[in-house]
């Protein structure tokens, strides 16, 4: 058995290992026995959430007879975005939050991200630990009777208190007059996003709100934004909002229909920011992902860019340890500490329109604030994880370094959620780099390809 938390939490195909209802079994019983250790109450309490996927309701069900086998009880807050369960850990005074979604992967995944009581993700060394009690069953609960058994609460007014919680991030600012097309992934924020931006008072074009457990990202959200860009151009919007399957990221396009990455979103931000003395010490949190040109305006602007390994908790670290309050990945997982402990879509979006509306500035002339160079992604199947440094393939990486020398740059790492490799390559000629990715992506699938 390997190691089961990734650099997301736990996640695989549902029903079978690890996501199967009885390794989620233990990951209650392990997760309970551990934070019921280090907060020294008799009866800890857990919230659980989970986004629209069919699965959900399987494990959530396993998860919370784990717990509650420990002597813990369960509160369940059904379908939620993720941040809203770690606002809800802390709103409800819970020891621990719990979310059940694979974010942006297929419906037939799912996965496990922990929070803990203020609304972090867990340190490394906790995951160790509920890791080494999850694999060795070694969770006792015999002794566990009677009253001492744990029990599940539902939680009416969770969505409610989220709500009304992102409305507060933005002061319930006023989008009046503003026309939205917003794509819920048919995901976790199906059922609260629409009733956000609704009563800030815009006028909100929904899609992708009907899921039906199966067609979670499926063409829609953050992963294909392209319907969503249609109908701003259709409906003459002034911006269309994306979010993902747990709503913990979010990529948006400007009224002409035109994609509007996490990167930009992040510089808009980032030099409004610095304008109004609110961007703390001048820095901003970014990952090896980010684009070229990211730095480039940042530097213009004055502004100093920090950046972390890909995962937006190496992001999160890195702001909490300096004091910094903006951060984020290109691929649109935001964080603004000021409001919240994690990534929020929907807060990011939030944020985003509030400059807009402050700036009387349409978000194409927003987003010129930055220029991205070129960028081609492609993603490898592989079966192994070898050292990307001991393969035969390494030599062609070094080939296209060599040749794109200061005006471009090479990235080749693994996911750390998927037995994905992805191939990132920069430069000033998009046709040059595509070639040069497509080459170390044929090398890569030759050595080490599933």
Do not use: W
């Amino acid at each position: 058995m390997g190691k089961l938390f990734g650099t997301d939490g736990i996640r695989g195909v549902a029903n079978a290992y690890p996501m199967t209802p009885e390794v989620v079994l233990n990951v209650g019983k392990a997760v309970a026995h551990v934070f019921k250790e280090k907060c020294g109450k008799e009866k800890p309490k857990f919230v659980i959430g989970k986004d629209t996927r069919l699965s959900g309701y399987m494990l959530e069900n396993a998860l919370a007879s784990g717990i509650a086998s420990v002597g813990a009880d369960v509160l369940l807050v059904g379908p939620m975005p993720t941040p809203a369960i770690a606002h809800l850990t802390k709103s409800l005074n819970a020891d621990a939050g719990i979310v059940l979604s694979a974010s942006h992967n297929p419906a037939e995944d799912n996965g496990i991200k922990i929070f803990s009581e203020d609304g972090y993700k867990l340190p490394d060394i906790v995951e160790d630990e509920i890791e080494k009690y999850i694999l060795s069953e070694e969770v006792k609960t015999e002794h566990i009777k009677g009253d001492l058994i744990g029990k599940a609460y539902r939680i009416d007014d969770a969505k409610g208190r989220y709500i009304e919680f992102v409305k507060a991030s933005v002061k319930s600012m006023s989008l009046k007059g503003l026309k939205i097309v917003l794509d819920c992934a048919n995901g976790a924020a199906y059922n609260t996003a629409p009733h956000i931006f609704s009563e800030l008072g815009a006028e909100v074009i929904v899609l992708n709100d009907k899921p039906d457990g199966l067609n979670i990202n499926l063409d829609c959200g953050a992963m294909h934004p392209e319907k969503m860009m249609e109908v701003v151009k259709k409906e003459k919007a002034d911006i269309g909002v994306a979010l993902d399957g747990d709503a913990d990221r979010v990529i948006v396009c400007d009224e002409k229909g035109r994609s509007v990455d996490g990167d930009h979103i992040i510089a808009i931000c980032a030099i409004e920011m610095k304008e109004s003395g609110t961007l703390k010490k001048n820095y901003v949190v970014v990952t090896i992902m980010t684009n070229k040109g990211f730095d480039i305006a940042m530097e213009k602007k004055g502004i100093k860019v920090v950046k972390t390994k890909v995962g937006d908790r190496y992001v999160i670290d890195e702001m909490r340890k300096k004091g910094y309050v903006l951060g984020g990945e290109q691929s649109g997982h935001i964080l603004f500490s000021n409001y919240t402990t994690t990534g929020d879509g929907i807060i990011s979006a939030l944020q985003l329109l509030r400059v807009m509306k402050e700036s009387g500035e349409k978000l194409s002339k927003l987003a010129e604030c930055m220029k991205s160079l070129p960028q081609v992604l492609v993603n490898v199947v592989v079966k192994d994880k070898k050292d990307i440094n001991k393969l035969k393939v390494n030599k062609n990486i070094k080939n296209a370094e060599s040749q794109l020398g200061k005006k471009g740059r090479v990235l080749v790492r693994y996911s750390g959620t998927q037995n994905i490799c992805r191939i990132m390559i920069e430069g000033e000629n998009k046709k040059e780099i595509q070639k040069m990715a497509n080459y170390i992506a044929k090398a890569m699938k030759k050595e080490i390809g599933a």
